[in-house]
């Protein structure tokens, strides 16, 4: 049984540290206090950091103490963690309302009744100048420039505040503070978490486990998934929205999305990776069942195969989605031409929101990318019958895939 619950622990894992801890402390034979510090810096909670609280969710599930950092201080300094300039600073009104929401979100995945949520700023904001020397003198600049984000920018002569040096010690004294048996966190934290257990052993505590999981890429395929790079998918969000999205990642990262998004499990990842590898699964029909599965961890049975069907409904039969939005237009985006009404397409696109302005639908126009009612509109501008909207009263606009508003009327410019 205990081989079983180490096994579930660890899957999909990338390194623990040291090699053998996570054993150990099992064999302690009490609940560990397992740690996770999130810093509200976004509205969203991405499935990127979903992996890691599934994780700890996993912890939990086996009679562990989750500990729940959120790090209201640490992320007014900004973690440096791969990156390869200094993060902006947030203030602490921004963070304030980045928190609220977030825990909100966090409970979709973590069971409320049992976890311990502290805010790092209990501890961190009273440090005075003499507690901050002291937690200096913990390490060194050298020990500092061995994380290869510093390093690299040490090299490149791009600049590193001190403050950015900081930041590990921060939140290793986070781990102090809790007195944590096991940090978790993605691999590009895996320095920070090991300040924690040299911070933990100097304050005669018995050091953490360090345990990693993998990055998630983005829907790009190349980054890591980010609120800033616009590459992602929030737990939040509707099924149909969320069902699109996975649909368009590429086809590389169905079994990663799979072993790291979903309950599948680790021996059905290795049948699909073998499955992808030989051709005997076909790369489309896996990405549905990953993206059903997603879905429905966060929206419950049968969603996913709801929103299957409504996403056919679009991009497969060229229908049009059940929920679309209705706007009214200015008369302005209509012009009189040859004793009739014509309306000018870039300006209408822009005026139902479907495009960031003109010139965006000029161009998506160029590339086929707008439709009426199902149908490629080429024409910039469009005659109409009657006094505006006249026959276009009702008409669907699509840009792109999922971009979708029905003119309902117009308001006096």
């Known amino acids: ?236 969000e509707p099924a149909d929205e969320m069902f699109g999205k996975l649909m368009s990642i590429p086809d590389p990262l169905i079994a990663k999305y799979e072993l790291l998004c979903t309950d599948l499990g680790p021996d059905d990842h290795a049948r699909v990776v073998a499955g992808l590898e030989d051709g005997s699964i076909h790369p489309n029909d896996e990405k549905r069942r990953m993206a059903r599965a997603v879905v429905e961890l966060y929206h419950g049975r049968g969603a996913g195969t709801a929103a299957e069907a409504a996403f056919d409904k679009v991009f497969k039969h060229h229908g049009a989605p059940d929920a679309i939005v209705d706007r009214a237009v200015p008369k302005s985006v209509f012009g009189r031409k040859d004793d009739g009404w014509v309306v000018y397409v870039p300006a209408l696109l822009e005026a139902l929101g479907l495009v960031e302005s003109r010139s965006e639908g000029r161009r998506l126009q160029g590339q086929g990318g707008v439709r009426r009612d199902g149908r490629q509109e080429s024409q910039e501008d469009v005659r109409i019958l009657g006094e505006p909207p006249g026959d276009l009263l009702g008409s669907i606009w699509q840009v792109g895939k999922r971009r979708f508003a029905r003119l309902a009327g117009v308001v006096e410019a």
């Open 1 to 236: 049984m205990a081989t079983d619950a180490l096994a579930r622990l660890l899957s999909g894992a990338a390194e623990v540290a040291p090699r053998g801890g996570l054993e150990d402390k099992l064999a302690l034979g009490r609940p560990l206090r397992v740690k996770l510090g999130l810093d509200p810096t976004a509205p969203a909670v991405t499935l990127g950091w979903a992996v890691v609280l599934r994780k700890l969710r996993q912890f939990q599930d086996e009679g562990h103490q989750a500990v729940l950092i959120v790090g209201d201080f640490t992320a007014r300094v900004g973690d440096p963690s791969g990156r390869s300039a200094t993060r902006p600073r947030l203030s602490k009104d921004e963070v304030t309302r980045f928190a609220e929401p977030l825990l909100d979100q966090f409970w979709k995945v973590l069971n409320r009744d049992s976890v311990e949520v502290r805010r790092n700023s209990e501890w961190l904001e009273s440090l005075g100048v003499e507690d901050i020397l002291r937690l200096t003198a913990t390490t060194t600049v050298a020990r500092m420039l061995e994380r290869d984000d510093f390093a690299q920018r040490y090299a490149a002569g791009r600049p590193i505040s001190l403050m950015e040096f900081l930041y590990p010690l921060l939140q290793g004294s986070d781990s102090v503070a809790v007195e944590a048996d096991v940090e978790l966190g993605g691999t590009d934290q895996l320095f920070n978490l090991l300040v924690g257990r040299e911070l933990q052993r100097d304050h005669g505590q018995d050091p953490q486990v360090a345990l990693t999981m993998p990055l998630l890429e983005g829907l790009d395929g190349v980054q890591k998934m980010s609120q800033s790079l616009g590459n992602f998918v929030g737990i939040d």
